[in-house]
T-cell receptor
C-alpha cells in the first residue's frame, strides 16, 4: 500500500518569510514518482514538480526548491521569500511504478501568507 | 494548447438521483483519470481510462462508472447518489500510462447532494 503524510495541516507566515512544507511517503515499489501540486481557492490543481525515485538531485526553480531524500522517504518543498499569491493548499502525491495512473495524495497543507 | 476542461462547474442533485460529469482532455493526451476530493481532504483516485478502456480503479463502488470516447474525452457517471458523494470531482489527463507522465488537472465539478 502507498501512503503520503503531510503532517502540517496549516502554516501561517508573513510575507517574505521562507516556508518549508513537509512530505513523507511510503511505498514498496522500487521505482516511483513524487509530485507537488498547488490548489488555489479556485480549486484547480496546478502541477509544480515531479521527481523520479532514481533521481535524487535536488532542484531550485526561482523561489521554489525541493529536497528529496530517499533515505528518510521525504520530499520537502520550500518557498523562499513567500508572497501573498503563494497562499493555497499544497499537496504532495506519489505514484508507484506499477500503479500507473493512480496518484496517492497527502491530506494537504494550507499555507496562508499574510501581507 | 487547450488545457483540461470540465463541465458543469457546479451541480446540485438530490439523494437517489444520477449524475454525469464531463471532461475534455488536453490536446495530445490519451489518458484520463478521475478523482474525488471531499472538503478538507486530498483527492482520492476513482479510476483511469486509457484508449477507451478502464485501466485501474480505486476503492469506489460500482455505481461509479465511466466512459472514454475516441477523442479521449471522458464521462464520470454516478448512480443512486448519496450525501457522501458531495465533493469536488477532478479530471486529469496525461500523455500516457507511464508513471513519468505528469497529470494535468481540470478546474473540477463541485457536486452537492441534498
Amino acid at each position: 500500500a502507498q501512503k503520503v503524510t503531510q503532517a502540517q495541516t496549516e502554516i501561517s507566515v508573513v510575507e517574505k518569510e521562507d516556508v518549508t512544507l513537509d512530505c513523507v511517503y511510503e511505498t514498496r515499489d522500487t521505482t516511483y514518482y513524487l509530485f507537488w501540486y498547488k490548489q488555489p481557492p479556485s480549486g484547480e490543481l496546478v502541477f509544480l514538480i515531479r521527481r523520479n525515485s532514481f533521481d535524487e538531485q535536488n532542484e531550485i526553480s526561482g523561489r521554489y526548491s525541493w529536497n528529496f531524500q530517499k533515505s528518510t522517504s521525504s520530499f520537502n518543498f520550500t518557498i523562499t521569500a513567500s508572497q501573498v499569491v503563494d497562499s493555497a493548499v499544497y499537496f504532495c502525491a506519489l505514484r508507484g511504478g506499477t500503479s500507473y495512473g493512480k496518484l496517492t495524495f497527502g491530506q494537504g497543507t494550507i499555507l496562508t501568507v499574510h501581507p | 494548447e487547450t488545457g483540461v476542461t470540465q463541465s458543469p462547474t457546479h451541480l446540485i442533485k438530490t439523494r437517489g438521483q444520477q449524475v454525469t460529469l464531463r471532461c475534455s482532455s488536453q490536446s495530445g493526451h490519451n489518458t484520463v483519470s478521475w478523482y474525488q476530493q471531499a472538503l478538507g481532504q486530498g483527492p482520492q483516485f476513482i479510476f483511469q481510462y486509457y484508449r477507451e478502456e478502464e485501466n485501474g480503479r480505486g476503492n469506489f463502488p460500482p455505481r461509479f462508472s465511466g466512459l472514454q470516447f475516441p477523442n479521449y474525452s471522458s464521462e464520470l457517471n454516478v448512480n443512486a447518489l448519496e450525501l457522501d458523494d458531495s465533493a469536488l470531482y477532478l479530471c486529469a489527463s496525461s500523455e500516457g500510462l507511464a508513471g513519468r507522465y505528469e497529470q494535468f488537472f481540470g478546474p473540477g465539478t463541485r457536486l452537492t447532494v441534498l
